[in-house]
C-alpha cells in the first residue's frame, strides 16, 4: 500500500471517529448541563422523586417511552428475536405499542395519578403500605424491586456496550464506566425533574435515530431496497419452520414485554407525576405514536438479521444488531446518530430505574425502619448515595457472561409477577384484601422465580432439563402474571366468606376527599 493511500485511509478513519465521537461528545455535555441546572431544585425527596406532579403530555408521554425502550429492546431482543422468528419478530413491537403503551395509559395512568397525587404515594411500595395497612408487604416489595432491577439495570449496559466495542472499537468496560458517570450525574444531581427534561430530548433523538436507521438498514446492499428485503426475509422466515413451540415462545415475548409493564415500578412511576386527567388523554395518544414507531422500527431492523448472516456471531445473539450497523455501509453522520439514540435510550431507562429502586430503599427502609425522624432534606441526601451504589452494583453484574435477554426476562418475570395484579386490581377493585394481595404476590413471585434459580444456582449438569428452564423466562413470566392475577381474586374472596382478619377492607383509600397524609 502506498504512503498516500495510508495517508487517505488513516483520514477516513479519522474522519469517522471525529463525526461519531463529536456527536456523542455534545449528547453528554447537554446530559450534564441537564443535571447540573436541576441541582438546585432537588432538596426534597418530593423533588427527587415526583418533581412537582406538573409534567405535560409531551414530556410525560416521551419520559414513559424512553424509560421503556432501551439498548435492550434494540440490541438483546430485536436482534434475537429477527433471529429467531424473522418477519413475525415485528408482532413484538405492535404489541408493545397496543397493550405495552396504549393500553397500559388507558388502564392505569388516570388513576394512578389521581391515587398517588391524592394520598401523597411517591413509591409503590407506600401504594401497597397505604391501600392494606402492611409493613411487611411494603418490605418485601422494596427488597423485591431493588434486587431485580439491578439486572434489569445491568442488561442495559451490557446491550449498549455491545454496540460501541464493535462500531467504535471501545474495550466495554471504560464504556460501562462512561455511560455509568452519564445517567449517575443527571440522576444524582437532578432527580425527577433532570430526567423528565433529558427524556424528552432524547425521546426526540430516538425518533429521528430509529426512523434513519431504518431507512439506512432497508437501503444497504444486504437487504437492497424495501420490496426485496420484505421478499427476501419472508423466504428465510419460511424457512424457518416455526411450528405451535415457535409461536408459543413468541406469543410469551409479546405479552411478557407488553403487559410486563404494568407491573414494573419504573413504569408505573410515570404517571405520579402528570398534570391532569386532560394531559393524560393526549399522553396516551403520543405515547402510543412513540412506541410503535421505536419499538416497530426496533423490530423491524431486528427481522433482517438472517439476511446479513447464515449463522450466529461468534459472540452469540447480542452481537447481532451491532454487526448489523457495522456491515451496513452506513454514513459516518448516521452511524454517530444511532450511537447517540442508543445512548439515549440506554440513559433514559438507567435513569428510570435508578431512581426507583434508590428512593425505594431509601425512603421506605432506611428512613421509615432505621431512622424515623430524618428530615426530607437528608433523605434526599442519602439517596444519591444509594443511587451512586446502585450504578457500582448494576455495573458488576453487568460484567456476568449472562446473556441480555435473560437478565432482562428474569427481572420482568419478577417484578411484573409480584406486583401487576396486586397493583392493577387495587386500583379498580375495593374487595381486594391484604390475604389476597400476599396471594398474588408471593405466588407471582415464586412462579416466575424457576429461571432465575436455575441460571444461578443450580449447575448444568446437577439436574436434567436446567438449561432448558432457565431459557424460559418469558413463560414463567407470563404464567407469573395469570396465576397472580386469579390469586389475588380468589384468595381474596375466599378470606372474605371465611371473616379472616387479613379480609378487612380499606375505605380511606378510595375517598375522594380527605387526603391521607
Not at 393524560?280 to 438472517?306: D, P
Not at 428530615?375 to 448494576?394: E, H, M, N, Q, W
Not at 453484574?397 to 426476562?409: C, E, G, H, Q, R
Request: with cysteine.
Amino acid at each position: 500500500m502506498s504512503l498516500k493511500r495510508k495517508s487517505d485511509l488513516g483520514g477516513v478513519l479519522l474522519s469517522k471517529e471525529l463525526i461519531i465521537w463529536s456527536t456523542i461528545a455534545v449528547y453528554i455535555a447537554v446530559m450534564l448541563v441537564i443535571g447540573l441546572l436541576n441541582a438546585r431544585s432537588t432538596k426534597s425527596m418530593a423533588d427527587f422523586t415526583v418533581g412537582g406532579r406538573n409534567a405535560g403530555a409531551w414530556v410525560s408521554a416521551l419520559s414513559y417511552g424512553t424509560a421503556y425502550f432501551s439498548a435492550v429492546m434494540f440490541v438483546g431482543y430485536a436482534g434475537a428475536t429477527g433471529w429467531a422468528y424473522g418477519i413475525w419478530g415485528v408482532l413484538v413491537g405492535i404489541g408493545n405499542a397496543v397493550f405495552g403503551s396504549l393500553l397500559a395509559w388507558l388502564v392505569l395512568a388516570r388513576r394512578t395519578r389521581e391515587t398517588t397525587r391524592r394520598l401523597h404515594i411517591k413509591s409503590m411500595p407506600q401504594f401497597f403500605d397505604k391501600r392494606f395497612n402492611s409493613l411487611g408487604m411494603k418490605r418485601f416489595s422494596v427488597v423485591i424491586i431493588f434486587l431485580f432491577l439491578l439486572p434489569y439495570s445491568a442488561s442495559v449496559y451490557k446491550g449498549l456496550t455491545s454496540v460501541c466495542s464493535v462500531l467504535l472499537g471501545i474495550d466495554e468496560h471504560i464504556s460501562m464506566i462512561v455511560i455509568a458517570l452519564v445517567a449517575g450525574v443527571v440522576v444524582v444531581l437532578g432527580g425527577y425533574a433532570a430526567t423528565l427534561k433529558a427524556d424528552f430530548l432524547q425521546g426526540i433523538v430516538m425518533f429521528l435515530g430509529v426512523s434513519a436507521m431504518i431507512i439506512a438498514v432497508v437501503r444497504s446492499n444486504q437487504i437492497g431496497g424495501l420490496s426485496v428485503g420484505l421478499k427476501a426475509i419472508s423466504t428465510e422466515t419460511a424457512k424457518l419452520n416455526l411450528g405451535v413451540k415457535e409461536f408459543v415462545g413468541l406469543t410469551a415475548t409479546v405479552l411478557m414485554t407488553s403487559f410486563g409493564t404494568w407491573g414494573l415500578p419504573q413504569m408505573v412511576h410515570k404517571f405520579y407525576g402528570i398534570r391532569d386527567d386532560y394531559e393524560v388523554k393526549r399522553g396516551t395518544i403520543i405515547s402510543t405514536i412513540f412506541a410503535l414507531v421505536i419499538a416497530g422500527g426496533g423490530y423491524f431492523v431486528g427481522s433482517f438479521s438472517r439476511l446479513f448472516y447464515q449463522e450466529l456471531p461468534a459472540k452469540g445473539k447480542d452481537y447481532l444488531i451491532p454487526n448489523m450497523l457495522s456491515q451496513a455501509g452506513l454514513p459516518n453522520i448516521l452511524l454517530g446518530l444511532i450511537l447517540v439514540l442508543l445512548i439515549s435510550a440506554s440513559v433514559s431507562t438507567l435513569a428510570a430505574i435508578t431512581i426507583t429502586a434508590s428512593s425505594t430503599l431509601t425512603m421506605d427502609f432506611i428512613q421509615a425502619r432505621l431512622f424515623p425522624k430524618m428530615d426530607s432534606a437528608k433523605t434526599a441526601a442519602i439517596t444519591k448515595v444509594v443511587c451512586g451504589l446502585f450504578v457500582v452494583f448494576s455495573y458488576i453484574i453487568a460484567n456476568s457472561n449472562t446473556p441480555i435477554l435473560d437478565m432482562m426476562s428474569y427481572s420482568w418475570g419478577i417484578l411484573s409477577g409480584s406486583f401487576l395484579a396486586p397493583y392493577m386490581i387495587s386500583l379498580y377493585w375495593k374487595g381486594i384484601n391484604r390475604a389476597g394481595a400476599w396471594a398474588g404476590m408471593t405466588g407471582g413471585f415464586a412462579i416466575a422465580a424457576p429461571p432465575v434459580v436455575c441460571k444461578l444456582f443450580i449447575p448444568d449438569a446437577a439436574l436434567p432439563g436446567v438449561d432448558k428452564i432457565a431459557n424460559l423466562g418469558p413463560h414463567f413470566a407470563c404464567a407469573a402474571m395469570l396465576i397472580s392475577l386469579l390469586l389475588c381474586f380468589g384468595i381474596s374472596n375466599l378470606a372474605k366468606a371465611r371473616n379472616w382478619k387479613s379480609a378487612a377492607g380499606n375505605p380511606a383509600f378510595y375517598a375522594e376527599e380527605s387526603p391521607v397524609h
